[in-house]
């Protein structure tokens, strides 16, 4: 009789197909690259709102509302920010905690 | 961004509402000004809105149906209320004609006021949409928690 391991097609291995085309060394680059990208546009509607309420101090601008608003966005963007990393760092920490 | 976009609409509608109140309020300010710049006496100003597109980042084509179909408010033109001037009586005003009546502007200070309910009304009602809209944006941050 021919025992079949964990290797064959019954086994832990037709659960866990490979996957092909992710190399470790890609994915690390892109999750990286999607950070500091977030990281930057986050960074641009801080920017955008502090224009703005540089341009009411100054009178350049007389739309309180659109600075209010570009206040809000950067807010909601930041607090989108944060949620992603929150997420990452448990997933991190998830991952830390696993018993090898 | 999506979200993003319908405030951007709210933020059109108010500065839409604000030039209406301006408009309003220079109609109140100027209520009994019998001299101008142009000559005659002060006319009754209005602004039409118009819905224009919503100017998207990444063009028209790439937008959803819906999203295509949104519309900002745009203030586009400021006319002047064509009807005659109140003449009322009073010989010793300076712009008094021969008869002794003086060209008072057509503005009805009652209707300004009604007008004035309407816009601040409506002001309202667009802060309300944007935060409505952001309320939205945090709560759906919250399904991460």
Do not use: C, W
């Not at chain 1, 866990?16 to 890609?26: H, N, Y």
């Not at chain 1, 955008?48 to 739309?63: F, H, P, R, V, Y």
């Not at chain 2, 295509?68 to 109140?86: A, M, S, Y």
């Amino acid at each position: 009789m021919e025992l079949k391991g964990i290797g064959s097609d019954l086994g832990l291995g037709a659960a866990f197909p490979e996957v092909s085309g992710t190399k470790s060394t890609s994915a690390v680059e892109g999750a990286g690259k999607f950070f500091s990208e977030l990281v930057s546009k986050v960074n641009d509607m801080q920017m955008q709102s502090d224009q703005a309420i540089q341009g009411l101090a100054t009178g350049e601008n007389k739309n309180l509302h659109e600075v209010m608003i570009s206040m809000e966005k950067a807010s909601i963007s930041f607090q989108f920010l944060a949620q992603v990393r929150n997420k990452a760092v448990e997933a991190y920490q998830e991952v830390m905690r696993m018993q090898v | 961004m999506d979200f993003f976009s319908s405030m951007n609409i709210s933020s059109s509608a108010l500065t839409a509402e604000r030039t209406r109140m301006n408009l309003i309020s220079s109609n109140l300010a100027n209520a009994s000004a019998t001299r101008t710049p142009e000559g005659g006496p002060y006319k009754r100003k209005d602004a039409v809105f118009s819905a224009t597109p919503l100017e998207s980042r990444f063009g028209r084509a790439l937008d959803s149906a819906a999203g295509q179909q949104t519309r900002q408010v745009e203030v586009t033109e400021i006319v002047e209320d064509q009807n005659p001037p109140r003449m009322q009586y009073d010989p010793s005003h300076p712009d008094a004609n021969a008869q002794g009546y003086v060209a008072m502007p057509n503005v009805n200070v009652v209707e300004e006021m009604a007008d004035m309910i309407s816009a601040s009304r409506s002001y309202e009602a667009n802060v309300t949409a944007v935060q409505a809209a952001k309320s939205m944006a945090l709560k759906t941050l919250e399904i991460g928690k």
